[in-house]
């Protein structure tokens, strides 16, 4: 991996690429982007965060021109896309989803993908900013205002393919990391997606996305989170990520940010991809689970 992830403090105000319900609430009249990135059955669904726009990862934010879902867009469309919703190069940008830490983290690190740091995910998402007793409009999120002025400016290594995932998985330095379930993994359950094969890539490890939440929802402290990684990656630094399609990987990805970790890539095709009938290898059994 040639190509390292920004240090992440500050976001452009925010206490980092994680913030509470309370921060958020705090600057929602200062102009604040909110984006939902609900999927699936939550996809378009109401309520949402007084403001909030879509960012529609079952829609224009994936390139349909793949046969993979959740497929990132070209910049160019990118670009177009994030013009429609609004957004400028100068916004701070949080994202959120209705499950509690899912998709959001898919839009973070597609937007740190294409250059923009000024983004962050929001603990808990939905459901922990309507316990906190915040405020919800009872539509869903849309947008119909003037474009924005944003513009993609891609950093090559964030998002990568099956051949960069192969060499990952020869490197004794680089850690290949499988956020999907222990069944999926083990090969024991079946696979959602039709005409995929069960299992998992020779040499990666397991680490399904929900041990790193508490609740369910939240992410663990920065130091738990470390510990989690270094459970499975021992002393590896360059870490790649990958589940089914491209979108838990990217939970995998924010925990190990905010456990310090800098050197890191998301599989894009995933599961999806590998596991489809093909030469590339696939292993059952519980390997390198945890």
């Not at 923009?116 to 939905?126: H, N, P, Q, S």
């Amino acid at each position: 991996m040639n190509t390292q992830t920004p240090s992440d403090t500050t976001v452009a105000g925010l206490p980092g690429p994680l913030v509470g319900t309370d921060s958020v609430a705090a600057r929602l009249a200062e102009g604040l982007v909110l984006f939902d990135a609900s999927v699936g059955a939550h996809r378009g669904a109401a309520p949402r965060i007084p403001g909030a726009r879509p960012f529609d990862l079952d829609g224009e934010l994936s390139d349909h021109t793949s046969t993979v879902p959740h497929t990132m867009p070209g910049a160019r469309e990118f670009t177009e896309a994030l013009r429609a919703l609004g957004v400028h190069d100068t916004d701070t940008v949080v994202v959120y989803d209705a499950q509690g830490i899912y998709s959001s983290a898919r839009a973070w690190w597609m937007l740190r993908a294409m250059g923009f740091d000024r983004v962050a995910v929001l603990d808990g998402g939905l459901p922990a900013w309507t316990a906190a007793g915040h405020p919800v409009e009872p539509v869903p999120a849309a947008y119909d205002g003037p474009h924005g002025t944003f513009t993609a400016r891609p950093r090559p290594g964030l998002i990568v393919d099956a051949d960069a995932l192969a060499a990952a998985l020869a490197d004794p330095r680089a850690a290949v990391l499988d956020a999907r379930t222990r069944e999926r993994y083990a090969g024991t359950a079946t696979e959602p997606r039709p005409g995929l094969r069960g299992g998992h890539m020779p040499g990666s490890v397991n680490l399904p996305f929900g041990d790193l939440l508490q609740n369910g929802r939240l992410l663990r402290s920065s130091d738990a989170l470390r510990t989690a990684f270094e459970a499975v990656a021992g002393d590896r630094e360059q870490l790649y990520f990958s589940c089914g399609s491209g979108v838990t990987a990217c939970v995998l990805a924010l925990g190990a940010t905010l456990a310090g970790y800098r050197d890191l890539a998301v599989y894009d095709g995933s599961w999806s991809e590998w596991g489809l009938p093909s030469d590339r290898p696939v292993a059952t059994g519980e390997g390198g689970s945890r």
